[in-house]
C-alpha cells in the first residue's frame, strides 16, 4: 500500500513540475510564426502579433497574444482591417487528446474592426480564395456579381465563447461614401461550428445610445460563401425597438424579409440626432413601421407597409434607393389625415388693453418668418397619395389623391381627385426652390363648391354664401407667408347660383326708403353706416366677377350680382398686403316687384355704395357725394312712390 502510495505521489510531482516547467518549453513564438504564416496562405492576408505573448497550460492551454494587426485588403481605406490590444484563448486538453483542437473561450479586448466594400463593392472581410473566374468582357465586368468563396475542404472552426469587450466597429460603403461606427463593444459569440447556428448575445453603443441585441444566423458557412442563409435580429433600447425575420444573400448585398420598427417618441429620436424638432404634446410620439422588406444593392423595398404615428395610420409600400441623394418612390394610403397637431401655432397678435370689457377683432397678421425650403433639395420622389379625408388648420377635405414629382429642388404636387365643400375639383402647384427667393404657381379648377366653408377655413372669409365654381391661376415668391402674400399675381374668377352676401340686406335698406319719400336719407344713410351684422344677407340668384392680382393687390370691375329686388355691379380693389378692402357697389333698384323672375331687366333708380376697411372691420355706407351728382334724392320721389305703394300700404 505505501509503494502505491508512492507512486502516486511520484507522478503527481513530475506532472506539476512539467506544468510549471512547460511555458519555458514551448517555443511560443514557433507558435505565433506558424500561426501567421497558416493565415496568411489560408486569407492572402498577414498577421502579426507585435506585443509581447505568453503560454499557460494550466488548467487549460491558454495563449494571450498583445497588439494583434490583421491586414486589410489593398483597396482599403485602412491599413488594418483588424487591430486588438489584447487576445486570448483557451483550448481544452482533452480535445487537444483527441486530435481535434476546440477554442473553450475566445476574448477580444479592445479591438478595432474595419468592415467596408471598396468603390467596387467588394467586401473586405471576403478571406477565402474565390473561384476562378471566366474571362468577361469590359462590358459585362460591371454587372458581374461578386464571386463565389471556397472554404478548404474539411475547414471548420469551433468557438465554446467568444467575448468582445470595448473597442470599436466601423463600416464603410465605398460606393456610397456611408460611414457608420459602433462604440463600446459588450458582445458573447457562441459558434459551435460553421454549420451550426451561430449567436451573437451583448450590447453596443451607438452614437452615445446603448442598444441590446440578439442575433442568431442559421449556417455561419453559408454567409461565408455568399449562399443564402438565415437570420434572426433583435435590438432594442429607449429609443426604438427593432426586428427582423429574413434572408441574407450574395455576401449581404441581397437582404429579404419582415420588419417591425417601434418606438415610443420621435422627438426623442430627434433629439438624440441633434435635429431641432419643435412639436406639440400630441404630436411626434408613438411610432411603428412594419412590413416585408428587401435591400438590393442600394434599393430598398418596403412592401405591405403598415406606418402609425400617434392617431395617423398610413399603408403602402416604397421604395427607396440611397445614395448621396436619396430618390423615393411610393405609393400611400394615408387614410384620415389629421395634420393639425403637426402644424405649428398660427402666429396672432395680441390685442391692445382697453378699458372696456369688449374684445375687439383682431386684426390679420401675415407671418414675416423666413421658410426653409432647402430640404427640397436633399432628395428626388415620384409618390402617389391617397386619403380619405384631410385636415390642416381649418381647411378640411374630402376624399382625394395627389401626385407629387420633386426633382432638383423643384416640386410638382397635383391634384387627380379634390373632393370638399360638396364640390370636387382639380389642380396643381408647382414650388421651385433652386433659387431664392422661391416661386410658387398654382392651378386650381373646383366645381359646385360651397363658398361659406371653403372661403372661412381657408382665408377666414365668411362673408359669401351659395355654390359655385372657382378657378384661379395665380403665381407668388418670397420666402415667408407676408412675402408670398406681397408678391401674388395672377386671375381668379367665381361664379355662384342661389347664395347670399352676409353682413347688410340690401333689399332690406331699400325697403326704408319710405323716409326718402319725405326726402330723409338720414335713415337710410344710418342703416347703411350700421355695423357688420353677420345676422343679415343679401340674397342673389347669381353672382360672378373675377380679380387681377398684382403684389397682391386684386382689382376687379366685373362684378355682377342679380337679386329679387336689386341688380348690384361692383368694381374695386383688395389689398391682401395691407388686408384692407376698398370697393364701390351700385344698388340698381328694379322697376318692377316681381323680384328676379320678372322680365324686366331695368334697374331704375341707383344707389351707390362703399365698402371700405380692413378685413377685420369693414365698413359699409352710402357714397353720398356720388348720389348727390346723380341727381338719387328726386329720383327716389318719383321711382319709389310707385315701387313701395302697395308694400307699405302708402
Known amino acids: ?25 514551448v517555443p511560443t513564438q514557433t507558435i505565433i510564426d506558424e500561426l501567421s504564416t497558416q493565415v496568411e496562405s489560408t486569407t492572402g492576408r498577414t498577421l502579426q502579433i507585435a506585443g509581447d505573448s505568453k503560454v499557460s497550460i494550466f488548467p487549460s492551454l491558454n495563449i494571450t497574444l498583445n497588439n494583434v494587426r490583421f491586414s486589410n485588403m489593398a483597396t482599403g481605406s ?14 481544452p486538453w482533452l480535445s487537444l487528446l483527441s486530435g481535434e483542437a476546440k477554442l473553450e473561450r475566445f476574448v477580444i479586448n479592445d479591438p478595432v474592426i474595419t468592415l467596408e ?38 475547414f471548420d472552426v469551433s468557438l465554446g465563447e467568444v467575448a468582445i469587450y470595448g473597442g470599436s466597429l466601423t463600416y464603410i460603403d465605398g460606393q456610397t461614401g456611408v460611414k457608420q461606427q459602433l462604440n463600446e463593444l459588450d458582445l458573447n459569440i457562441q459558434l459551435p461550428s460553421l454549420y451550426q447556428a451561430l449567436t451573437i448575445n451583448g450590447a453596443v453603443t451607438y452614437q452615445s445610445q446603448k442598444f ?35 434572408v441574407i444573400a450574395q455576401q449581404g448585398k441581397n437582404i429579404q424579409g419582415d420588419l417591425t420598427l417601434a418606438g415610443e417618441s420621435v422627438k426623442a429620436i430627434t433629439q438624440w440626432q441633434n435635429i431641432a424638432l419643435t412639436a406639440k404634446e400630441n404630436a411626434f410620439n408613438q411610432f411603428s413601421i412594419a412590413g416585408s422588406m428587401s435591400f438590393v444593392g442600394n434599393t430598398f423595398t418596403l412592401n405591405s407597409l403598415v406606418a402609425k404615428l400617434d392617431e395617423l395610420e398610413i399603408k403602402g409600400q416604397s421604395k ?3 445614395g448621396k441623394k436619396p430618390d423615393i418612390t411610393a405609393n400611400i394610403d394615408l387614410g384620415m389625415l389629421d395634420l393639425n397637431p403637426y402644424l405649428p401655432d398660427s402666429v396672432a397678435t395680441p390685442a391692445p388693453d382697453k378699458p372696456d370689457t369688449q374684445t375687439p377683432n383682431t386684426p390679420i397678421v401675415w407671418d414675416d418668418t423666413p421658410i426653409d425650403l432647402s430640404e427640397l ?3 428626388d420622389a415620384h409618390v402617389v397619395v391617397r386619403s380619405t379625408g384631410l385636415k390642416a388648420r381649418d381647411i378640411v377635405l374630402g376624399k382625394n389623391q395627389f401626385s407629387l414629382q420633386l426633382k432638383n429642388s423643384i416640386a410638382q404636387l397635383s391634384l387627380d381627385e379634390f373632393n370638399a365643400y360638396e364640390g370636387k375639383g382639380k389642380g396643381s402647384v408647382n414650388v421651385d426652390a433652386t433659387n ?18 371653403l372661403l372661412t377655413d381657408a382665408v377666414g372669409f365668411d362673408k359669401v354664401l351659395g355654390k359655385g365654381s372657382i378657378d384661379w391661376n395665380l403665381t407668388t415668391q418670397g420666402q415667408s407667408q407676408k412675402q408670398f402674400v406681397s408678391a401674388l399675381a395672377g386671375k381668379i374668377a367665381f361664379s355662384f347660383k342661389d347664395g347670399g352676401v352676409k353682413g347688410a340686406n340690401i333689399a332690406e335698406m331699400t325697403r326704408k326708403a319710405k323716409e326718402m319719400l319725405k326726402g330723409d336719407f338720414s335713415s337710410l344713410k344710418e342703416g347703411l353706416n350700421a355695423d357688420y351684422d353677420p345676422q343679415q344677407k343679401t340674397d342673389f340668384s347669381a353672382l360672378t ?3 387681377i392680382f398684382k403684389e397682391g393687390i386684386g382689382r376687379n370691375n366685373d362684378l355682377s350680382l342679380a337679386s329679387p329686388l336689386v341688380r348690384i355691379t361692383g368694381s374695386g380693389e383688395v389689398d391682401l398686403p395691407k388686408t384692407y378692402v376698398n370697393y364701390r357697389l351700385v344698388t340698381g333698384i328694379v322697376d318692377t316687384v316681381e323680384g328676379q323672375a320678372s322680365t324686366d331687366k331695368s334697374t331704375g333708380l341707383k344707389v351707390p355704395l362703399r365698402i371700405k376697411g380692413p378685413f377685420h372691420q369693414v365698413d359699409v355706407n352710402i357714397d353720398i357725394s356720388s348720389a348727390a351728382k346723380e341727381g338719387v334724392k328726386d329720383k327716389l320721389k318719383d321711382k319709389l312712390k310707385d315701387k313701395f305703394k302697395g308694400l307699405f300700404g302708402g
Open 117 to 154: 466594400t471598396d468603390q467596387q463593392g467588394q467586401p473586405n472581410w471576403q478571406l477565402f480564395p474565390t473561384q476562378a473566374d471566366a474571362p468577361v468582357t469590359q462590358q459585362t465586368a460591371k454587372s458581374q456579381q461578386p464571386s463565389a468563396v471556397t472554404l478548404p475542404s474539411g
Open 436 to 453: 431664392q427667393p422661391y416661386q410658387v404657381a398654382t392651378n386650381f379648377e373646383l366645381e359646385n363648391i360651397n363658398a361659406e366653408p
Open 212 to 246: 441590446e441585441l440578439t442575433s442568431v444566423v442559421d449556417t455561419p458557412a453559408k454567409a461565408i460563401v455568399g449562399d443564402t442563409f438565415n437570420i434572426q435580429q433583435r435590438l432594442t433600447s429607449q429609443l426604438l425597438n427593432l426586428e427582423f425575420d429574413g
Open 1 to 25: 500500500m505505501n509503494a502505491v502510495v508512492k507512486i502516486i505521489g511520484g507522478v503527481v510531482v513530475v506532472v506539476v513540475g512539467v506544468a510549471m516547467a512547460a511555458p519555458f518549453l
Open 377 to 379: 433639395g436633399q432628395l
Open 320 to 322: 427607396v434607393v440611397l
Open 78 to 91: 485602412t491599413e488594418h482591417m483588424l487591430s486588438m490590444e489584447q487576445l486570448s484563448v483557451h483550448i
Open 545 to 547: 366677377g373675377s380679380f
